[in-house]
Nanobody, 115 residues
Framework: QVQLVESGGGLVQPGGSLRLSCAAS????????MGWYRQAPGKQRELVAR???????NYADSVKGRFTISKDNAKNTVYLQMDRLKPEDTAVYYC?????????WGQGTQVTVSS
């Protein structure tokens, strides 16, 4: 069993930055594929970024060059650095841990980009 707790969301102006954190307990993150997803009002949940157990990463086209996913295995924490934020990045951001048949989600953190 894995418990995921996100933090770092908030209100930011367009062009600003935020860093989201996802702290895990109950198991080591190093074996999991870790991902950040987001869901805007009236829209389906979508993948934002993902990092594999070996450190390989992939990003949604809409965030490439602006967002960076990373992890600290020693702290059992995954991060999402979000730069040059746009109003369309406004959503609830969720952390996900996936390994074989196991799939865990955090409770989500709200990110609002508005002037």
């Amino acid at each position: 069993q894995v418990q995921l707790v996100e933090s770092g969301g908030g209100l930011v102006q367009p062009g600003g930055s935020l860093r989201l954190s996802c702290a895990a307990s109950g198991s080591l993150l190093s074996r999991y594929i870790m991902g950040w997803y987001r869901q805007a009002p009236g829209k389906q949940r979508e993948l934002v970024a993902r990092i594999g157990s070996g450190g390989s990463t992939n990003y949604a086209d809409s965030v490439k060059g602006r967002f960076t996913i990373s992890k600290d295995n020693a702290k059992n924490t995954v991060y999402l650095q979000m730069d040059r934020l746009k109003p369309e990045d406004t959503a609830v951001y969720y952390c996900n841990a996936h390994w074989g048949p196991f799939d865990y989600w955090g409770q989500g953190t709200q990110v609002t980009v508005s002037s």
